[in-house]
Protein backbone atom coordinates (compact mmCIF):
# COMPACT_ATOMS: atom_id res chain seq x y z
CA UNK A 1 0.00 0.00 0.00
CA UNK A 2 1.36 3.40 -1.10
CA UNK A 3 0.41 6.71 0.24
CA UNK A 4 -2.33 7.05 -3.12
CA UNK A 5 -3.67 3.58 -2.42
CA UNK A 6 -4.42 4.70 1.25
CA UNK A 7 -5.81 7.65 0.34
CA UNK A 8 -8.03 6.04 -2.08
CA UNK A 9 -8.55 2.69 0.22
CA UNK A 10 -9.25 4.16 3.43
CA UNK A 11 -9.89 8.07 2.95
CA UNK A 12 -11.86 8.61 0.20
CA UNK A 13 -14.39 6.32 1.54
CA UNK A 14 -14.79 8.90 4.55
CA UNK A 15 -16.06 11.76 2.16
CA UNK A 16 -18.70 9.46 0.65
CA UNK A 17 -22.73 9.46 1.44
CA UNK A 18 -23.18 13.21 1.59
CA UNK A 19 -23.70 15.25 -2.12
CA UNK A 20 -21.72 18.15 -1.02
CA UNK A 21 -18.34 16.01 -0.81
CA UNK A 22 -19.21 14.70 -4.43
CA UNK A 23 -16.48 17.46 -5.63
CA UNK A 24 -13.59 16.05 -4.39
CA UNK A 25 -11.50 16.04 -7.03
CA UNK A 26 -11.44 19.64 -7.29
CA UNK A 27 -8.65 21.74 -4.96
CA UNK A 28 -11.55 21.89 -2.59
CA UNK A 29 -14.74 20.80 -1.37
CA UNK A 30 -17.98 22.66 -2.09
CA UNK A 31 -20.07 22.93 1.29
CA UNK A 32 -24.02 23.81 0.82
CA UNK A 33 -24.89 26.13 3.58
CA UNK A 34 -28.36 26.54 3.73
CA UNK A 35 -29.56 30.07 3.95
CA UNK A 36 -29.90 31.89 7.21
CA UNK A 37 -27.18 30.06 9.21
CA UNK A 38 -23.51 31.27 10.56
CA UNK A 39 -20.64 28.88 10.19
CA UNK A 40 -19.46 27.69 13.33
CA UNK A 41 -15.73 26.72 12.68
CA UNK A 42 -13.15 24.94 15.32
CA UNK A 43 -9.79 23.33 15.14
CA UNK A 44 -8.26 20.68 17.80
CA UNK A 45 -4.98 18.71 17.25
CA UNK A 46 -3.82 15.49 18.83
CA UNK A 47 -0.12 14.36 18.70
CA UNK A 48 0.58 10.88 19.59
CA UNK A 49 2.68 10.10 23.45
CA UNK A 50 1.20 13.67 24.53
CA UNK A 51 -2.63 13.07 23.75
CA UNK A 52 -2.34 9.48 22.98
CA UNK A 53 -0.22 7.13 23.62
CA UNK A 54 2.39 6.10 20.88
CA UNK A 55 0.70 2.09 20.59
CA UNK A 56 -2.69 3.20 21.21
CA UNK A 57 -5.25 1.35 19.64
CA UNK A 58 -5.80 3.31 15.85
CA UNK A 59 -9.67 3.03 16.63
CA UNK A 60 -9.46 4.61 19.90
CA UNK A 61 -7.48 7.46 18.18
CA UNK A 62 -9.95 8.30 15.75
CA UNK A 63 -12.55 8.17 17.81
CA UNK A 64 -10.89 10.56 20.20
CA UNK A 65 -10.35 12.99 17.49
CA UNK A 66 -13.20 13.12 16.33
CA UNK A 67 -15.25 13.40 19.43
CA UNK A 68 -13.48 16.09 21.00
CA UNK A 69 -14.07 18.00 17.75
CA UNK A 70 -17.40 17.48 17.25
CA UNK A 71 -17.90 18.61 21.14
CA UNK A 72 -16.83 21.85 20.59
CA UNK A 73 -19.32 22.25 18.44
CA UNK A 74 -22.19 21.34 20.46
CA UNK A 75 -20.46 23.81 22.77
CA UNK A 76 -22.14 26.29 20.48
CA UNK A 77 -24.85 24.64 19.95
CA UNK A 78 -24.21 24.06 16.75
CA UNK A 79 -24.77 21.03 14.09
CA UNK A 80 -21.94 19.85 12.77
CA UNK A 81 -21.53 19.12 9.31
CA UNK A 82 -18.05 18.01 7.59
CA UNK A 83 -14.76 17.95 9.24
CA UNK A 84 -10.93 18.53 7.70
CA UNK A 85 -8.51 15.90 8.63
CA UNK A 86 -4.59 16.40 8.46
CA UNK A 87 -2.51 13.81 9.35
CA UNK A 88 1.43 14.07 9.59
CA UNK A 89 2.95 10.32 9.54
CA UNK A 90 6.42 9.87 10.28
CA UNK A 91 6.23 6.50 7.82
CA UNK A 92 3.44 5.04 5.92
CA UNK A 93 1.13 3.10 8.74
CA UNK A 94 0.44 -0.73 7.91
CA UNK A 95 -2.92 -1.79 5.90
CA UNK A 96 -4.33 -3.03 9.45
CA UNK A 97 -3.85 -0.05 11.43
CA UNK A 98 -4.84 2.74 8.52
CA UNK A 99 -8.07 -0.38 8.09
CA UNK A 100 -9.12 0.66 11.98
CA UNK A 101 -8.82 4.02 11.96
CA UNK A 102 -10.11 4.36 9.23
CA UNK A 103 -13.69 2.47 10.65
CA UNK A 104 -13.95 3.90 13.71
CA UNK A 105 -13.98 7.28 11.70
CA UNK A 106 -16.52 6.12 9.69
CA UNK A 107 -18.89 4.22 12.13
CA UNK A 108 -18.64 7.79 13.74
CA UNK A 109 -19.55 9.37 10.62
CA UNK A 110 -22.77 7.70 10.86
CA UNK A 111 -23.79 7.91 14.49
CA UNK A 112 -22.87 11.88 14.50
CA UNK A 113 -24.17 12.79 10.93
CA UNK A 114 -21.06 14.11 9.40
CA UNK A 115 -18.66 13.26 6.77
CA UNK A 116 -14.81 14.04 5.82
CA UNK A 117 -14.89 17.09 3.56
CA UNK A 118 -10.80 16.48 2.70
CA UNK A 119 -7.93 17.05 4.68
CA UNK A 120 -3.85 16.21 3.82
CA UNK A 121 -1.66 13.34 4.45
CA UNK A 122 1.97 14.25 4.46
CA UNK A 123 5.23 12.37 6.07
CA UNK A 124 7.43 13.86 8.63
CA UNK A 125 9.60 13.19 11.63
CA UNK A 126 8.18 12.45 15.00
CA UNK A 127 4.53 11.07 16.18
CA UNK A 128 1.74 10.65 14.70
CA UNK A 129 0.45 14.05 14.54
CA UNK A 130 -3.75 14.62 13.70
CA UNK A 131 -5.43 18.13 13.08
CA UNK A 132 -9.05 17.74 12.68
CA UNK A 133 -10.91 21.10 11.64
CA UNK A 134 -14.35 21.02 12.03
CA UNK A 135 -17.44 22.72 10.64
CA UNK A 136 -21.16 23.33 11.88
CA UNK A 137 -24.00 25.46 11.32
CA UNK A 138 -26.79 27.05 13.63
CA UNK A 139 -29.17 29.59 13.16
CA UNK A 140 -28.32 33.01 12.37
CA UNK A 141 -27.36 34.66 15.50
CA UNK A 142 -28.13 31.88 17.70
CA UNK A 143 -24.65 30.20 17.99
CA UNK A 144 -24.20 29.82 22.13
CA UNK A 145 -21.26 31.69 23.98
CA UNK A 146 -19.38 31.31 26.71
CA UNK A 147 -19.34 35.10 27.73
CA UNK A 148 -23.48 35.27 27.87
CA UNK A 149 -24.14 33.43 31.97
CA UNK A 150 -26.41 35.82 33.84
CA UNK A 151 -26.61 35.91 37.86
CA UNK A 152 -29.35 33.70 38.71
CA UNK A 153 -29.17 30.84 35.73
CA UNK A 154 -28.77 27.45 36.50
CA UNK A 155 -25.71 25.65 36.13
CA UNK A 156 -26.73 23.16 34.24
CA UNK A 157 -24.78 19.42 33.34
CA UNK A 158 -25.28 17.22 30.31
CA UNK A 159 -23.52 13.66 32.34
CA UNK A 160 -21.94 12.84 34.36
CA UNK A 161 -18.22 13.60 34.91
CA UNK A 162 -15.13 12.18 36.54
CA UNK A 163 -14.77 8.71 34.62
CA UNK A 164 -12.24 10.40 31.76
CA UNK A 165 -9.90 11.44 34.95
CA UNK A 166 -9.92 8.44 36.51
CA UNK A 167 -9.82 6.51 33.14
CA UNK A 168 -6.61 8.99 32.33
CA UNK A 169 -5.15 7.81 35.58
CA UNK A 170 -5.34 4.10 34.63
CA UNK A 171 -3.67 4.81 31.34
CA UNK A 172 -0.76 6.46 33.07
CA UNK A 173 -0.55 3.71 35.54
CA UNK A 174 -0.79 5.99 38.39
CA UNK A 175 -4.33 3.94 39.55
CA UNK A 176 -5.12 0.87 39.56
CA UNK A 177 -9.17 -0.60 39.56
CA UNK A 178 -10.76 -3.62 39.66
CA UNK A 179 -13.12 -2.62 36.60
CA UNK A 180 -11.36 -0.49 34.47
CA UNK A 181 -13.72 -0.46 31.41
CA UNK A 182 -16.28 1.74 31.71
CA UNK A 183 -13.62 4.48 32.79
CA UNK A 184 -11.12 3.48 29.90
CA UNK A 185 -14.04 3.92 27.80
CA UNK A 186 -14.52 7.78 28.76
CA UNK A 187 -11.21 8.23 28.03
CA UNK A 188 -10.47 6.90 25.00
CA UNK A 189 -14.68 7.32 23.73
CA UNK A 190 -16.39 10.23 25.29
CA UNK A 191 -19.91 10.89 24.49
CA UNK A 192 -20.40 14.19 22.28
CA UNK A 193 -23.43 15.24 22.68
CA UNK A 194 -24.70 15.74 19.50
CA UNK A 195 -27.96 14.65 20.35
CA UNK A 196 -28.87 17.63 21.99
CA UNK A 197 -27.17 20.33 19.62
CA UNK A 198 -30.49 21.60 18.62
CA UNK A 199 -31.87 22.04 22.45
CA UNK A 200 -29.00 23.75 23.53
CA UNK A 201 -29.09 26.05 20.67
CA UNK A 202 -32.43 26.74 22.05
CA UNK A 203 -32.67 26.67 25.45
CA UNK A 204 -29.14 27.42 26.70
CA UNK A 205 -27.77 30.87 27.71
CA UNK A 206 -24.37 30.05 27.75
CA UNK A 207 -22.18 26.56 27.28
CA UNK A 208 -18.98 24.81 27.43
CA UNK A 209 -17.45 21.16 26.82
CA UNK A 210 -15.58 20.00 29.75
CA UNK A 211 -12.31 19.12 28.25
CA UNK A 212 -9.98 20.81 30.78
CA UNK A 213 -11.82 19.90 34.14
CA UNK A 214 -15.44 21.31 35.53
CA UNK A 215 -13.95 23.44 37.61
CA UNK A 216 -11.51 25.07 34.82
CA UNK A 217 -14.20 25.39 32.24
CA UNK A 218 -16.65 26.60 34.03
CA UNK A 219 -14.34 28.94 35.51
CA UNK A 220 -13.89 30.43 32.15
CA UNK A 221 -17.62 30.59 31.77
CA UNK A 222 -17.89 33.18 34.71
CA UNK A 223 -14.93 35.00 33.92
CA UNK A 224 -16.27 35.61 30.44
CA UNK A 225 -19.27 36.12 31.69
CA UNK A 226 -18.43 38.20 34.66
CA UNK A 227 -20.28 36.15 37.35
CA UNK A 228 -19.56 33.80 40.47
CA UNK A 229 -20.75 30.29 40.77
CA UNK A 230 -21.94 28.09 43.71
CA UNK A 231 -22.23 24.26 43.12
CA UNK A 232 -23.37 21.63 45.39
CA UNK A 233 -21.41 18.54 45.39
CA UNK A 234 -24.28 16.55 46.44
CA UNK A 235 -25.72 17.17 42.65
CA UNK A 236 -22.87 16.97 40.63
CA UNK A 237 -23.67 13.50 38.91
CA UNK A 238 -21.03 10.50 39.44
CA UNK A 239 -21.79 7.28 38.48
CA UNK A 240 -21.74 4.42 40.91
CA UNK A 241 -18.39 3.23 40.06
CA UNK A 242 -17.05 7.10 40.32
CA UNK A 243 -18.55 7.36 43.77
CA UNK A 244 -17.13 3.77 44.73
CA UNK A 245 -13.38 5.07 44.10
CA UNK A 246 -14.22 8.34 46.21
CA UNK A 247 -15.79 6.24 49.27
CA UNK A 248 -12.48 3.82 49.04
CA UNK A 249 -10.49 6.73 48.99
CA UNK A 250 -8.40 5.87 45.79
CA UNK A 251 -9.52 9.19 44.19
CA UNK A 252 -10.23 12.58 45.73
CA UNK A 253 -13.65 14.60 44.63
CA UNK A 254 -10.84 17.11 43.48
CA UNK A 255 -9.44 15.27 40.84
CA UNK A 256 -12.94 14.19 40.06
CA UNK A 257 -14.02 18.01 39.47
CA UNK A 258 -10.37 19.13 37.64
CA UNK A 259 -10.12 16.28 35.95
CA UNK A 260 -10.24 16.56 32.11
CA UNK A 261 -11.75 14.94 29.22
CA UNK A 262 -14.93 13.98 29.75
CA UNK A 263 -16.95 16.21 27.08
CA UNK A 264 -20.06 16.81 29.07
CA UNK A 265 -21.69 20.35 28.42
CA UNK A 266 -21.52 22.57 31.17
CA UNK A 267 -24.55 25.22 30.61
CA UNK A 268 -26.66 28.28 32.00
CA UNK A 269 -30.05 27.86 31.40
CA UNK A 270 -32.60 30.44 32.77
CA UNK A 271 -34.60 28.32 35.05
CA UNK A 272 -37.88 29.48 33.65
CA UNK A 273 -36.87 27.19 30.07
CA UNK A 274 -34.72 24.89 32.51
CA UNK A 275 -38.40 22.18 32.30
CA UNK A 276 -38.39 22.33 29.03
CA UNK A 277 -34.67 21.69 28.16
CA UNK A 278 -34.75 18.75 30.45
CA UNK A 279 -37.47 17.32 28.66
CA UNK A 280 -36.75 17.93 25.10
CA UNK A 281 -32.99 16.21 26.27
CA UNK A 282 -34.74 13.57 27.96
CA UNK A 283 -36.84 12.95 24.45
CA UNK A 284 -33.05 12.41 22.90
CA UNK A 285 -31.72 10.11 26.06
CA UNK A 286 -29.56 12.81 27.80
CA UNK A 287 -30.27 13.28 31.36
CA UNK A 288 -29.51 16.97 32.65
CA UNK A 289 -28.63 17.67 36.11
CA UNK A 290 -29.10 21.02 37.95
CA UNK A 291 -25.60 21.30 39.70
CA UNK A 292 -25.86 24.92 41.21
CA UNK A 293 -26.84 28.70 40.39
CA UNK A 294 -24.83 31.22 38.92
CA UNK A 295 -24.28 34.12 41.18
CA UNK A 296 -23.44 37.87 41.62
CA UNK A 297 -19.72 38.15 42.20
CA UNK A 298 -16.19 36.67 40.73
CA UNK A 299 -16.05 33.23 42.91
CA UNK A 300 -16.75 29.74 41.50
CA UNK A 301 -17.26 27.55 44.58
CA UNK A 302 -18.01 24.30 45.29
CA UNK A 303 -20.17 23.20 48.61
CA UNK A 304 -19.81 19.99 49.94
CA UNK A 305 -22.55 17.91 52.10
CA UNK A 306 -21.83 19.28 54.84
CA UNK A 307 -22.20 23.38 54.14
CA UNK A 308 -18.52 23.64 53.75
CA UNK A 309 -16.78 25.32 50.45
CA UNK A 310 -14.19 22.50 48.94
CA UNK A 311 -10.76 23.54 48.96
CA UNK A 312 -8.93 23.59 45.48
CA UNK A 313 -4.94 23.00 45.26
CA UNK A 314 -4.72 22.72 40.72
CA UNK A 315 -3.48 25.34 38.65
CA UNK A 316 -6.27 26.71 36.73
CA UNK A 317 -8.40 27.11 39.69
CA UNK A 318 -5.68 30.08 41.35
CA UNK A 319 -7.15 33.12 39.69
CA UNK A 320 -10.59 32.65 41.70
CA UNK B 1 7.45 34.33 26.41
CA UNK B 2 5.36 31.28 27.42
CA UNK B 3 2.79 29.58 25.23
CA UNK B 4 -0.43 31.54 26.27
CA UNK B 5 1.85 34.88 26.04
CA UNK B 6 3.38 33.68 22.42
CA UNK B 7 -0.96 33.27 21.43
CA UNK B 8 -1.92 36.66 22.97
CA UNK B 9 1.28 38.51 21.64
CA UNK B 10 1.62 37.09 18.39
CA UNK B 11 -1.55 35.07 17.16
CA UNK B 12 -4.56 36.93 18.15
CA UNK B 13 -3.69 40.06 16.30
CA UNK B 14 -4.12 37.63 13.58
CA UNK B 15 -8.20 37.00 13.82
CA UNK B 16 -8.88 40.69 14.50
CA UNK B 17 -10.32 43.35 12.36
CA UNK B 18 -13.47 41.57 11.51
CA UNK B 19 -16.65 41.27 13.48
CA UNK B 20 -16.91 37.47 12.46
CA UNK B 21 -13.77 36.60 14.47
CA UNK B 22 -15.05 38.45 17.52
CA UNK B 23 -16.25 35.21 19.81
CA UNK B 24 -12.70 33.98 20.07
CA UNK B 25 -13.26 33.10 23.83
CA UNK B 26 -16.11 30.62 22.63
CA UNK B 27 -14.89 27.04 21.74
CA UNK B 28 -15.35 27.66 17.90
CA UNK B 29 -15.30 30.74 15.67
CA UNK B 30 -18.78 32.25 14.06
CA UNK B 31 -18.68 33.23 10.71
CA UNK B 32 -21.92 34.87 9.02
CA UNK B 33 -21.84 33.69 5.48
CA UNK B 34 -23.83 35.93 3.46
CA UNK B 35 -27.52 33.87 1.85
CA UNK B 36 -27.32 32.48 -1.39
CA UNK B 37 -23.42 31.18 -0.88
CA UNK B 38 -21.52 27.94 -0.65
CA UNK B 39 -18.83 27.32 1.37
CA UNK B 40 -15.59 25.80 -0.38
CA UNK B 41 -12.83 24.95 1.99
CA UNK B 42 -9.30 22.97 2.02
CA UNK B 43 -6.78 21.84 3.45
CA UNK B 44 -2.57 22.25 3.07
CA UNK B 45 0.18 21.39 5.47
CA UNK B 46 3.62 22.48 4.75
CA UNK B 47 6.82 20.21 6.96
CA UNK B 48 9.83 21.72 7.76
CA UNK B 49 12.68 19.62 6.05
CA UNK B 50 10.15 18.70 3.34
CA UNK B 51 8.61 21.95 2.35
CA UNK B 52 10.99 24.49 3.21
CA UNK B 53 13.84 24.24 4.50
CA UNK B 54 14.76 23.74 8.37
CA UNK B 55 16.11 26.95 8.50
CA UNK B 56 14.01 28.98 6.35
CA UNK B 57 13.13 33.16 6.63
CA UNK B 58 9.54 32.51 8.79
CA UNK B 59 8.20 35.46 7.12
CA UNK B 60 9.16 33.16 4.09
CA UNK B 61 7.11 29.94 6.17
CA UNK B 62 4.05 32.00 6.71
CA UNK B 63 3.80 33.95 3.01
CA UNK B 64 4.40 30.64 1.49
CA UNK B 65 1.56 28.65 3.98
CA UNK B 66 -1.01 31.22 3.39
CA UNK B 67 -0.89 31.84 -0.25
CA UNK B 68 -1.07 28.18 -0.90
CA UNK B 69 -4.02 27.68 0.88
CA UNK B 70 -5.34 30.94 -0.56
CA UNK B 71 -4.58 29.70 -4.42
CA UNK B 72 -7.10 26.96 -3.91
CA UNK B 73 -9.74 28.49 -2.79
CA UNK B 74 -9.03 31.25 -6.33
CA UNK B 75 -8.61 27.75 -8.31
CA UNK B 76 -12.35 26.93 -7.25
CA UNK B 77 -13.72 30.68 -7.82
CA UNK B 78 -14.21 31.37 -4.29
CA UNK B 79 -13.66 34.31 -2.35
CA UNK B 80 -10.98 33.10 0.27
CA UNK B 81 -12.52 34.49 3.73
CA UNK B 82 -10.67 32.93 7.03
CA UNK B 83 -8.19 30.20 7.75
CA UNK B 84 -7.71 27.90 10.50
CA UNK B 85 -3.77 27.73 11.95
CA UNK B 86 -2.18 24.82 13.51
CA UNK B 87 1.05 24.86 14.53
CA UNK B 88 2.75 21.86 15.99
CA UNK B 89 6.50 23.12 16.86
CA UNK B 90 9.30 20.78 18.65
CA UNK B 91 9.80 23.42 21.39
CA UNK B 92 8.48 26.78 21.82
CA UNK B 93 10.13 29.28 19.02
CA UNK B 94 11.77 32.48 20.67
CA UNK B 95 10.20 36.05 20.08
CA UNK B 96 12.02 36.94 17.11
CA UNK B 97 10.82 33.82 15.11
CA UNK B 98 6.89 34.78 16.19
CA UNK B 99 7.15 38.07 15.63
CA UNK B 100 8.21 37.69 11.55
CA UNK B 101 6.09 34.59 11.08
CA UNK B 102 3.40 36.64 12.35
CA UNK B 103 3.87 39.45 11.12
CA UNK B 104 4.19 37.90 7.42
CA UNK B 105 0.89 36.65 8.20
CA UNK B 106 -0.74 40.08 8.92
CA UNK B 107 0.51 41.88 5.87
CA UNK B 108 -1.30 38.66 4.02
CA UNK B 109 -4.06 39.38 6.09
CA UNK B 110 -4.42 42.73 4.63
CA UNK B 111 -3.43 42.38 0.97
CA UNK B 112 -5.82 39.55 0.95
CA UNK B 113 -8.70 40.24 3.10
CA UNK B 114 -8.74 37.40 5.00
CA UNK B 115 -8.13 36.46 9.20
CA UNK B 116 -7.30 33.62 11.20
CA UNK B 117 -10.33 32.26 12.79
CA UNK B 118 -8.38 30.27 15.38
CA UNK B 119 -6.52 26.72 15.14
CA UNK B 120 -4.38 25.17 17.83
CA UNK B 121 -0.39 25.22 19.02
CA UNK B 122 0.80 22.28 20.36
CA UNK B 123 4.64 20.34 21.24
CA UNK B 124 5.72 17.57 19.04
CA UNK B 125 8.63 16.33 18.23
CA UNK B 126 9.90 16.24 14.81
CA UNK B 127 10.06 19.35 12.55
CA UNK B 128 7.85 22.12 12.56
CA UNK B 129 4.53 21.71 10.82
CA UNK B 130 1.51 23.74 9.80
CA UNK B 131 -1.66 22.94 8.64
CA UNK B 132 -4.35 25.27 7.66
CA UNK B 133 -7.64 24.93 6.45
CA UNK B 134 -9.29 27.89 4.82
CA UNK B 135 -12.87 28.38 4.06
CA UNK B 136 -14.17 30.47 1.11
CA UNK B 137 -17.44 31.70 -0.50
CA UNK B 138 -18.32 31.27 -3.85
CA UNK B 139 -22.36 32.07 -5.19
CA UNK B 140 -24.51 29.06 -4.33
CA UNK B 141 -23.50 26.20 -7.06
CA UNK B 142 -21.16 28.69 -9.18
CA UNK B 143 -17.69 27.42 -7.54
CA UNK B 144 -15.38 26.08 -10.63
CA UNK B 145 -14.62 22.86 -10.70
CA UNK B 146 -11.88 20.87 -12.57
CA UNK B 147 -13.99 18.27 -14.67
CA UNK B 148 -15.67 20.94 -16.61
CA UNK B 149 -13.51 21.95 -19.21
CA UNK B 150 -15.26 21.34 -22.89
CA UNK B 151 -13.59 20.44 -25.96
CA UNK B 152 -12.90 23.77 -27.86
CA UNK B 153 -12.30 25.83 -24.78
CA UNK B 154 -9.15 27.97 -24.83
CA UNK B 155 -6.18 26.68 -22.31
CA UNK B 156 -5.63 30.21 -20.21
CA UNK B 157 -3.22 31.06 -17.82
CA UNK B 158 -3.20 33.82 -15.39
CA UNK B 159 0.66 34.83 -15.38
CA UNK B 160 4.16 33.27 -16.51
CA UNK B 161 5.53 29.71 -15.13
CA UNK B 162 8.79 28.33 -14.63
CA UNK B 163 9.70 30.55 -12.03
CA UNK B 164 9.43 28.97 -8.72
CA UNK B 165 10.99 26.20 -10.33
CA UNK B 166 14.29 27.61 -11.07
CA UNK B 167 14.17 28.87 -7.36
CA UNK B 168 13.44 25.48 -5.98
CA UNK B 169 16.30 24.46 -8.06
CA UNK B 170 18.70 27.24 -7.06
CA UNK B 171 17.62 26.56 -3.31
CA UNK B 172 18.45 23.00 -3.78
CA UNK B 173 21.84 24.17 -4.56
CA UNK B 174 21.82 22.49 -8.41
CA UNK B 175 21.28 25.21 -10.35
CA UNK B 176 23.39 28.47 -9.88
CA UNK B 177 22.30 32.00 -11.20
CA UNK B 178 23.40 35.22 -11.95
CA UNK B 179 20.53 37.32 -10.64
CA UNK B 180 18.34 34.49 -8.12
CA UNK B 181 15.92 37.12 -6.55
CA UNK B 182 13.38 37.20 -8.87
CA UNK B 183 13.17 33.21 -8.93
CA UNK B 184 13.35 32.91 -4.96
CA UNK B 185 10.67 35.32 -4.64
CA UNK B 186 8.66 33.56 -6.92
CA UNK B 187 9.75 30.39 -4.72
CA UNK B 188 8.73 31.74 -1.14
CA UNK B 189 6.42 34.13 -1.89
CA UNK B 190 4.07 32.69 -4.97
CA UNK B 191 1.21 35.79 -5.79
CA UNK B 192 -2.31 33.61 -5.41
CA UNK B 193 -4.40 35.36 -8.14
CA UNK B 194 -7.20 36.46 -5.13
CA UNK B 195 -7.66 39.54 -7.45
CA UNK B 196 -9.40 37.67 -9.76
CA UNK B 197 -11.09 35.05 -8.00
CA UNK B 198 -14.77 36.74 -9.24
CA UNK B 199 -14.00 37.03 -12.69
CA UNK B 200 -12.57 33.22 -12.27
CA UNK B 201 -15.86 31.98 -10.73
CA UNK B 202 -18.02 34.32 -13.64
CA UNK B 203 -15.92 33.55 -16.52
CA UNK B 204 -13.75 29.97 -16.43
CA UNK B 205 -15.76 26.95 -17.17
CA UNK B 206 -12.72 24.98 -15.21
CA UNK B 207 -9.77 25.69 -13.49
CA UNK B 208 -6.99 24.63 -11.16
CA UNK B 209 -3.73 25.95 -9.63
CA UNK B 210 -0.46 25.10 -10.86
CA UNK B 211 0.76 23.82 -7.71
CA UNK B 212 2.25 20.18 -9.30
CA UNK B 213 3.30 21.69 -12.68
CA UNK B 214 1.29 23.00 -15.79
CA UNK B 215 1.52 19.33 -17.46
CA UNK B 216 0.73 17.79 -14.09
CA UNK B 217 -2.16 19.96 -13.17
CA UNK B 218 -4.06 20.49 -16.90
CA UNK B 219 -3.40 16.65 -16.94
CA UNK B 220 -5.95 16.34 -13.86
CA UNK B 221 -8.80 18.92 -15.97
CA UNK B 222 -8.25 16.72 -18.99
CA UNK B 223 -8.45 13.40 -17.27
CA UNK B 224 -11.63 14.42 -14.81
CA UNK B 225 -13.03 16.31 -17.86
CA UNK B 226 -12.51 13.55 -20.61
CA UNK B 227 -10.86 15.59 -23.14
CA UNK B 228 -7.29 16.24 -24.21
CA UNK B 229 -5.48 19.97 -24.77
CA UNK B 230 -3.06 21.34 -27.40
CA UNK B 231 -1.14 24.01 -25.93
CA UNK B 232 1.65 26.03 -28.39
CA UNK B 233 5.16 26.87 -26.73
CA UNK B 234 5.44 29.95 -28.36
CA UNK B 235 2.20 31.47 -26.40
CA UNK B 236 3.14 29.64 -22.92
CA UNK B 237 4.50 33.03 -21.02
CA UNK B 238 7.70 33.07 -19.22
CA UNK B 239 9.36 36.08 -18.26
CA UNK B 240 12.80 37.38 -19.97
CA UNK B 241 14.58 36.21 -17.21
CA UNK B 242 13.44 32.60 -17.51
CA UNK B 243 14.10 32.68 -21.22
CA UNK B 244 17.79 33.64 -21.23
CA UNK B 245 18.31 30.28 -18.57
CA UNK B 246 16.30 28.43 -21.32
CA UNK B 247 18.67 29.82 -24.15
CA UNK B 248 21.86 29.51 -21.92
CA UNK B 249 21.07 26.05 -21.51
CA UNK B 250 20.85 26.14 -18.33
CA UNK B 251 17.12 24.89 -17.67
CA UNK B 252 15.02 22.97 -20.12
CA UNK B 253 11.20 23.45 -21.10
CA UNK B 254 10.54 20.33 -19.83
CA UNK B 255 11.88 21.52 -16.35
CA UNK B 256 9.65 24.83 -16.79
CA UNK B 257 6.36 23.07 -17.57
CA UNK B 258 6.57 20.27 -15.06
CA UNK B 259 8.29 22.33 -12.24
CA UNK B 260 5.64 23.36 -9.98
CA UNK B 261 4.81 26.02 -7.18
CA UNK B 262 3.95 28.98 -9.26
CA UNK B 263 0.61 29.09 -8.46
CA UNK B 264 -0.76 30.84 -11.67
CA UNK B 265 -4.54 29.57 -12.41
CA UNK B 266 -4.81 27.25 -15.78
CA UNK B 267 -8.16 27.66 -16.76
CA UNK B 268 -10.69 26.17 -19.67
CA UNK B 269 -12.60 29.74 -21.02
CA UNK B 270 -15.52 29.17 -23.93
CA UNK B 271 -13.80 31.61 -26.59
CA UNK B 272 -16.35 33.97 -26.79
CA UNK B 273 -16.10 34.73 -23.18
CA UNK B 274 -12.30 35.59 -23.44
CA UNK B 275 -12.40 39.11 -24.32
CA UNK B 276 -14.63 39.96 -21.49
CA UNK B 277 -12.60 38.21 -19.03
CA UNK B 278 -8.93 39.54 -20.20
CA UNK B 279 -10.87 42.88 -19.90
CA UNK B 280 -11.61 42.25 -16.46
CA UNK B 281 -8.73 40.34 -15.79
CA UNK B 282 -6.76 43.50 -16.69
CA UNK B 283 -8.60 46.04 -14.64
CA UNK B 284 -7.23 43.68 -11.89
CA UNK B 285 -3.41 43.63 -12.80
CA UNK B 286 -3.46 40.35 -14.36
CA UNK B 287 -2.84 39.47 -17.36
CA UNK B 288 -4.69 36.35 -19.09
CA UNK B 289 -2.58 34.62 -22.02
CA UNK B 290 -4.02 31.75 -24.27
CA UNK B 291 -1.64 28.93 -24.56
CA UNK B 292 -3.87 26.18 -25.86
CA UNK B 293 -6.79 24.63 -27.09
CA UNK B 294 -8.81 22.36 -25.30
CA UNK B 295 -9.88 19.36 -27.52
CA UNK B 296 -11.39 15.49 -28.18
CA UNK B 297 -9.73 12.83 -27.08
CA UNK B 298 -7.08 12.51 -24.21
CA UNK B 299 -4.06 13.50 -25.36
CA UNK B 300 -1.85 16.64 -24.05
CA UNK B 301 0.37 18.07 -25.90
CA UNK B 302 2.63 20.79 -26.53
CA UNK B 303 3.43 21.92 -29.78
CA UNK B 304 7.15 23.75 -30.79
CA UNK B 305 7.88 26.61 -32.59
CA UNK B 306 8.58 24.10 -35.79
CA UNK B 307 5.08 22.55 -34.95
CA UNK B 308 6.60 19.10 -33.57
CA UNK B 309 5.67 17.66 -29.67
CA UNK B 310 7.77 18.32 -27.38
CA UNK B 311 8.38 14.84 -25.31
CA UNK B 312 8.51 14.69 -21.56
CA UNK B 313 10.25 12.04 -19.58
CA UNK B 314 9.43 12.72 -16.23
CA UNK B 315 6.51 10.77 -13.97
CA UNK B 316 3.25 12.66 -13.55
CA UNK B 317 3.46 12.50 -17.62
CA UNK B 318 2.73 8.86 -18.01
CA UNK B 319 -0.73 8.24 -17.92
CA UNK B 320 -1.10 10.15 -21.39
Redesign the interface.
Known amino acids: MNEFEMIQRYFLPLTMGRKEAE?L?????????P???????????L????HFLKDEDPANIAHKVLRVNLS??V??G?QPL?Y?M?L?F?HLPDDAWVKDFSAALLEDNAEFDVFC????T??????L?I?L????I?P?GQ?V???TAQAGDLVVLSGPIGRAAVGVKILLDVLDVDNPAPFLQAAHRPIPRVAISNEICKYARAA??VSDGLIADLG?VCQ?SGVGAQLELANIPFTDETKALVEGERISYEDLLTGGDDYEIAMAVAPENFDDFSAAAAAQGVELSVIGTFVAGQALEVIDEKGAPLSFKRAGWTHF
Open positions: QQDDAAILDIDGHDLVISSDTNGGTDMAMACQNASSGGDTVAEGPLSTITGVKAKRSVDHT
